[in-house]
């Protein structure tokens, strides 16, 4: 398939290209940097935020992967945050229904539930928070995958776009596996108010965007799906850090079928993925810590 991946350029862009690649589509990359060369992709430097981006192509994809962002809102002001975040994803629907692109895939993430990075921490209605559980954004990094999620529900409302918005959660990728690991491994408490510690393996989210591309799912329609390790990667139980968090009157009502038999699995109910994708975690923390010494 011809597809073009924003944001290529990237920390989970450049994995994500050479899956894609693996796979056997033919990818060009777009993204405010150049792409360094030999990495098997056609490469368009252009930037987002204007209108006109996207016209340097020579013809559509049959299909976009939208990672092009501001990842978080601590490493650029707020303004940016939104005007980049907010105006690249509008720019790549609007062209994708001009254009009559089909698919679009968008790098969303579990932040857009207002469980990820966050400004005032909710309680939820139950655990593990589902994609039909309500979404309570509430700084501006979440404002803007919210709204994302949004666009792409309306552009496949009014536009017959097929989107589907992959909320993964905090990429563990190549520079960080040592903090990460090595945080993990000296047995440093983990366990901050307010934090749910749901993490991802930079493959794992790799392959979810290389299935979400293929996945046979009804033409027009809009589908989110929360993406994490299986387990979260804090050192109490799931329960006792809902505990902390929002106390024992009422507790928040826990699913036993998902957390019997593993205490410590993720904030985010990982199974529609698993059934409509057919994606599962090949990474959760034992794994990485076995494989990466
Ligand atoms: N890193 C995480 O933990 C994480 C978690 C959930 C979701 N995400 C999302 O995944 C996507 C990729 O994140 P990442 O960690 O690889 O970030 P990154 O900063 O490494 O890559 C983002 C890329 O987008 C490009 N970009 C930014 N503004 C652009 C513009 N105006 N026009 C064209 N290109 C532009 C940058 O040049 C960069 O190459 C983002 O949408 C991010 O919000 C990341």
Do not use: M, N
């Given at each position: 398939m011809r597809a073009l991946l924003t944001g290529g350029a990237g920390n989970i862009?450049?994995?994500?290209?050479?899956?894609?690649?693996?796979?056997?589509?033919?990818?060009?990359?777009?993204?405010?940097?150049?792409?360094?060369?030999?990495?098997?992709?056609?490469?368009?430097?252009a930037d987002?935020?204007?209108?006109?981006?996207?016209?340097?192509?020579?013809?559509?994809?049959?299909?976009?992967?939208?990672?092009?962002?501001i990842p978080n809102p601590f490493v650029a002001t707020w303004d940016r945050v939104l005007a980049i975040n907010m105006l690249t994803t509008f720019n790549v629907l609007r062209y994708a229904a001009e254009k009559g692109v089909p698919r679009v895939v968008f790098g969303s993430s579990e932040s857009a539930s207002g469980w990820g990075i966050h400004g005032r921490f909710y309680r939820p209605d139950y655990l593990p928070i589902a994609e039909k559980h309500r979404d309570l954004p509430s700084e501006v990094y979440s404002y803007t995958k919210a709204f994302g999620?949004?666009?792409?529900?309306?552009?496949?409302?009014?536009?017959?776009?097929?989107?589907?918005?992959?909320?993964?959660?905090?990429?563990?990728?190549?520079?960080?596996?040592?903090?990460?690991?090595?945080?993990?491994?000296?047995?440093a408490p983990r366990d901050a108010l307010g934090a749910t510690y749901a993490w991802i393996d930079v493959r794992d989210v790799a392959e979810a965007i290389a299935l979400a591309l293929v996945a046979d799912v009804p033409t027009g329609s809009h589908e989110?799906?929360?993406l994490t390790a299986r387990d979260q990667c804090g050192t109490v139980s799931t329960a006792e850090l809902a505990r902390r968090n929002w106390g024992d009157d009422p507790p928040v009502p826990l699913d036993q079928t998902y957390y019997g038999d593993e205490p410590s699995r993720s904030f985010f109910d990982i199974r529609k993925a698993g059934s409509m994708l057919g994606w599962k975690p090949a990474w959760d923390l034992g794994r990485l810590l076995r494989e990466r010494p």
């Open positions: 862009g450049r994995v994500a290209l050479s899956r894609l690649l693996q796979a056997g589509h033919d990818v060009t990359v777009l993204d405010a940097v150049p792409l360094p060369e030999g990495l098997g992709a056609a490469s368009i430097v987002l935020t204007q209108p006109a981006a996207l016209d340097g192509l020579p013809e559509p994809p049959e299909a976009i992967v939208h990672l092009a962002a999620d949004q666009l792409c529900a309306g552009f496949s409302r009014e536009y017959g776009l097929t989107t589907l918005a992959l909320r993964y959660t905090y990429v563990v990728y190549e520079p960080h596996y040592a903090g990460f690991l090595g945080g993990v491994r000296a047995d989110a799906f929360y």
